[in-house]
């Protein structure tokens, strides 16, 4: 883990790991590609945007999958609780953003609502319930509130050979998985650049 960034004569020296400092060469550029709260850590007095929202997920083991309707590779669903479906292979997922206070509920209670979602867009028997697995990811995403959105960072950042990658920086995306690609992107061109 990143303990700490070396500066000098503005831009990053050094990389403070736990097992030691990794010096850095003239030519060296730096892609960080962490948390907003670990930015504000690493670099006090950034300005990045610090409350997040929590993700929740539910894989379903099937012991066949039905064909989504119409083939499609997934389906949003509206009306209930889960919000993304997903299947890959007999595993069917199920992702709910902004899902602070469904992170609070119990893991079997949340699994007998979203199964119901899931029996229903797949036409499926409600009972029983195949093998499921919830995840919680409390601090998944920022909050994409007005003054959040605000905050979030440029790829450059005001030392020289820093970059900032994630989907909380400023892709022009919400903080998605395809934000954190476009992100990862246009770092490695500002690198590229110089």
């Given at each position: 883990?990143?303990?700490?960034?070396g500066?000098?004569?503005?831009?990053?020296s050094?990389?403070?790991?736990?097992?030691?400092?990794q010096?850095?060469?003239?030519?060296?550029?730096?892609?960080?590609?962490?948390?907003?709260?670990?930015?504000?850590?690493?670099?006090p007095?950034?300005?990045?945007?610090?409350?997040?929202?929590?993700?929740?997920?539910?894989?379903?083991?099937?012991?066949r999958?039905?064909?989504?309707?119409?083939?499609?590779?997934?389906?949003?669903?509206?009306?209930?609780?889960?919000?993304?479906?997903?299947h890959r292979?007999?595993?069917?997922?199920?992702?709910?953003?902004?899902?602070?206070?469904?992170?609070?509920?119990?893991?079997?209670?949340?699994?007998?609502?979203?199964?119901?979602?899931?029996?229903?867009?797949?036409?499926?028997?409600?009972t029983?319930?195949?093998?499921?697995?919830?995840?919680?990811?409390?601090?998944?995403?920022f909050?994409q509130?007005?003054?959040?959105?605000?905050?979030?960072?440029?790829?450059?950042?005001h030392?020289?050979?820093?970059?900032?990658?994630?989907?909380?920086?400023?892709?022009?995306?919400?903080?998605?998985?395809?934000?954190?690609?476009?992100?990862?992107?246009?770092?490695?061109?500002?690198?590229?650049?110089?």
């Amino acid at each position: 883990r990143l303990r700490g960034l070396g500066i000098e004569s503005g831009r990053v020296s050094a990389l403070d790991f736990a097992d030691g400092a990794q010096a850095l060469g003239p030519g060296d550029r730096v892609i960080l590609a962490v948390p907003p709260a670990r930015i504000a850590e690493l670099l006090p007095g950034m300005v990045v945007p610090l409350e997040s929202r929590a993700i929740v997920n539910a894989h379903f083991r099937l012991d066949r999958l039905p064909a989504f309707p119409g083939d499609l590779p997934f389906l949003g669903l509206i009306g209930g609780t889960a919000q993304w479906l997903f299947h890959r292979a007999n595993v069917v997922s199920v992702t709910v953003s902004a899902a602070d206070a469904l992170a609070e509920v119990p893991n079997e209670a949340i699994a007998e609502r979203i199964w119901r979602d899931v029996a229903k867009a797949l036409e499926l028997p409600l009972t029983p319930r195949p093998p499921t697995r919830i995840v919680k990811e409390k601090r998944a995403t920022f909050a994409q509130t007005p003054p959040a959105i605000a905050k979030r960072a440029r790829t450059r950042t005001h030392l020289a050979n820093l970059f900032l990658a994630g989907d909380w920086t400023d892709t022009g995306l919400p903080a998605t998985i395809e934000s954190a690609i476009r992100s990862g992107h246009i770092a490695a061109q500002a690198v590229a650049e110089g």
